[in-house]
């Protein structure tokens, strides 16, 4: 018990290091590797006596909690998600509410990065009733910013974002910075996926503020990224990539293996912007690679999304589907929809590029489906762009018109899938029908009309353009 005390210890001494900043990061890891055999040992050693005494119960429960700065760093998510399970059997043993209320957090958010989010709602639930119980505020505020964090995971952004502000609010009321500082990280992603990019910026920055202020190194990569993220997507593309190789320099530094991949997996983003399609890909089996050996579904998901975006643009459409249906696969494993409908999309564009209107129908119905339910028009703008190609192949040129000016102007839309279909729909229908008709479309409002292009894209072979009219008005 000495030894395992003695190495609990050194764990507690290498995450404080690492957390001083990336001046002591590398005295902290140094040391962390050194001991790490040794510290698996003990904290497996606890784990398993935990039921036969109060001390390894309480060593059990101890070790994930004493290292969690560098622990993020080091340990796969697996590993990570086995500690705490542990560590909270060990905790209700000893009926020490406040570890388990600690553990509890920590497990949320390991099984929403492992992907498994029905565990991780489980595990926020269960930390809310406790801390309703308990009336502890500071875990009442991260049973929300879980709970939220799963809303938009899961593609609800105004259910995710009202929980979110509510624990914001308590955290600043705690004086809680570093929860503040994830709390408006969250905020940010959300703003993000709402296309409100302005505001992402403005939140992600004050998250990188709090987390540098901190010395929160894992948190610094995750800001880094953010940051860039909203840069790429307000067209700021030069000022996004030293946020980005940052990311990816201090990553490899800390051997953390999570945001390397999403970090090499941006890099790729960013090369694809210079085009350099070559080295873009590179990046992303690389990213892939990394993620996959951190346990992080959700990046490599991510990763093949991108690289069979990637592979289609290129006109290797056989490569593309081979990725974007591997990627489908574990999205559908993990339930997350927002992944399922950008990659039912792009699988209907592929199929769609390669003339294969029937075969691409399926995947573009669920797309349009779940992008209805995520309370966001930038995947509604996305998937009914692919709608309009897919009326386009079948030669239904006028309801493509119609549909189609609902997205002249709008900044979500691909240009580099529109602006040839805006092309075919001149040739087929001339120039004066096409654009009288494409200004019929302007009007429409796109969310309440889903209904109406769902309806169609099931519809065989015709030409119901005065329907389409009718129905959208």
């Known amino acids: 018990m000495q030894l395992a005390r003695y190495y609990l210890h050194k764990l507690r001494a290498a995450s404080a290091a690492v957390q001083h900043g990336q001046g002591s990061a590398a005295y902290g890891l140094e040391m962390l590797n050194q001991e790490w055999e ?8 606890a784990a398993e006596h935990r039921s036969r005494d109060a001390g390894w119960a309480r060593l059990c429960m101890e070790f ?101 502000q509510y624990a914001l609010n308590i955290f600043q009321q705690q004086g809680a910075q570093t929860d503040a500082g994830r709390a408006l990280q969250r905020l940010g992603a959300i703003a993000l996926y709402s296309s409100e990019y302005e505001q992402a910026y403005h939140h992600f920055s004050r998250h990188l503020e709090i987390m540098e202020a901190a010395g929160r190194m894992s948190e610094v990569c995750t800001g880094l990224l953010s940051i860039a993220q909203a840069l790429m997507l307000l067209d700021e593309i030069d000022r996004a990539e030293p946020y980005i190789r940052r990311a990816v320099q201090l990553s490899r530094l800390l051997g953390y293996q999570r945001l390397l991949g999403a970090g090499l997996i941006m890099l790729g983003q960013w090369t694809a912007e210079q085009g350099q399609m070559e ?128 997205l002249i102007g709008r900044h979500e839309v691909d240009q580099r899938l529109f602006i040839p279909l805006l092309a075919r729909l001149e040739a087929a229908l001339g120039r004066d029908v096409c654009w009288q008709t494409l200004n019929r479309g302007r009007d429409i409002d796109i969310q309440a009309s889903l209904p109406q292009i769902l309806e169609q894209i099931g519809q065989p072979h015709s030409d119901t353009l005065n329907d389409t009219i009718r129905q959208t008005k």
């Open 279 to 406: 080295q873009e890909l590179q990046y992303y089996a690389q990213g892939i690679a990394a993620a996959r050996a951190a346990g992080s579904q959700r990046d490599v998901i991510h990763g093949l999304s991108n690289s069979g975006l990637a592979r289609m643009h290129s006109g290797d459409l056989q490569g593309a589907l081979r990725d974007l249906q591997a990627g489908l696969e574990l999205a559908r494993q993990a339930g997350l929809p927002r992944f399922i409908c950008n990659l039912q999309r792009n699988i209907a564009d592929a199929y769609l590029l390669s003339g294969e209107a029937e075969k691409a129908r399926r995947p573009l119905e669920e797309a349009l489906r779940l992008a209805g339910e995520q309370g966001s028009i930038y995947p509604v703008i996305k998937a009914l762009t692919s709608a309009v190609h897919y009326l386009v192949i079948q030669e239904r040129f006028s309801e493509a018109a119609v549909w189609a000016g609902a």
């Open 64 to 164: 994930p909690l004493a290292g969690v700065e560098v622990l993020a760093l080091r340990q796969s998510i697996a590993g990570r998600v086995r500690w705490l399970r542990a560590g909270l059997e060990a905790a209700e043993m000893l009926a020490n509410e406040r570890a388990e209320l600690a553990i509890l957090d920590e497990l949320s958010g390991a099984y929403q990065l492992l992907g498994d989010l029905p565990q991780a709602e489980n595990c926020a639930t269960r930390l809310l009733e406790r801390a309703e119980a308990l009336q502890d505020k500071l875990a009442i505020g991260r049973a929300y910013y879980r709970l939220g964090s799963l809303d938009e995971e899961r593609g609800r952004y105004p259910q995710g974002r009202e929980k979110v």
């Open 38 to 45: 040794q510290i698996e040992h003990w904290q497996a050693y």
